[in-house]
């Protein structure tokens, strides 16, 4: 499938970009993403969010409940996520107390890798992966987007997630469907991740957006056409892009 352009992408999240708006920010977003080499951070300027300030409330996108795509209950005793978390276990099994805007900051982008023959399909596929080989109680990421645009229901969003090392807790993860070293991601796949991003970011209060490598330099996920578009969803969220958003959870009093 051919990769869709940068300008259609920003079309598709409702941004604009005219020649004579490229000294904003917006502007300066496209013209980096437009350049073709990978920037930093530190690089990037802060945005100008695409959802406005007076902005209260956004619709819940459609979501596929964990029934529907009948979903494995979590394993307790999973090898490699043992138990609940206590100070001693601090590997186990995390369910956040309180107000969930306290915790997460950063909404965190992977590609599954793995696809299979239809979206409810590759979701449970991903979560029998995650149980069965890799040890966990659940399916690692909080969220799945579809190559239809079906948005799906992972581990519980008031659970800690299993999907980038040493960086879980307070992290949104969110997997994108296909192997994007090899294929682009489809525009319903886009416009739907966005819609969910931008939810997620009003709902949570998040502060910004990361590719699941620029937390874990040992993985070159979301993968090269998937990461080519994090800077425009970061914008159409309000969200700044990288890894300063995380907080270790012994700095939180």
């Not at 409330?57 to 009948?70: G, K, L, Y």
């Not at 915790?103 to 149980?131: A, C, F, K, W």
């Not at 519980?156 to 090392?165: C, D, E, F, I, N």
């Not at 590719?211 to 159409?236: K, Q, V």
């Amino acid at each position: 499938m051919p990769r869709i352009t940068r300008r259609e992408l920003l079309g598709l999240l409702g941004l604009s970009v005219s020649a004579a708006g490229v000294a904003g920010g917006s502007g300066i977003i496209y013209l980096l993403l437009s350049s073709g080499r990978r920037v930093s951070p530190s690089e990037l300027p802060t945005p100008t969010p695409a959802r406005p300030a007076q902005v209260k409330s956004i619709d819940r996108p459609a979501i596929v409940r964990r029934t529907d795509w009948n979903a494995r209950e979590p394993d307790h005793s999973a090898p490699n996520e043992t138990g609940f978390f206590t100070p001693q276990n601090a590997e186990g099994w995390l369910d956040y107390d309180g107000d969930l805007r306290a915790v997460y900051r950063t909404v965190v982008v992977h590609h599954s890798v793995l696809v299979e023959d239809d979206d409810p399909g590759t979701m449970r596929e991903i979560q029998n992966e995650h149980m069965d080989k890799r040890g966990w109680a659940d399916i690692g990421y909080h969220f799945g987007v579809g190559r239809s645009g079906t948005v799906f229901e992972g581990r519980a969003l008031g659970a800690r997630g299993t999907h980038v090392a040493g960086f879980n807790t307070g992290s949104v993860g969110v997997v994108f469907f296909g192997n994007f070293q090899e294929e682009a991601p489809t525009p319903e796949q886009l416009d739907a991740g966005s819609r969910l991003i931008n939810w997620l970011a009003l709902r949570l209060e998040l502060t910004h957006l990361a590719g699941h490598g620029e937390f874990n330099s040992f993985t070159e996920c979301p993968g090269r056409n998937l990461a080519y578009y994090l800077d425009a969803l970061a914008e159409s969220a309000g969200l700044l892009r990288g890894t300063e958003g995380y907080i270790d959870p012994d700095d939180v009093e």
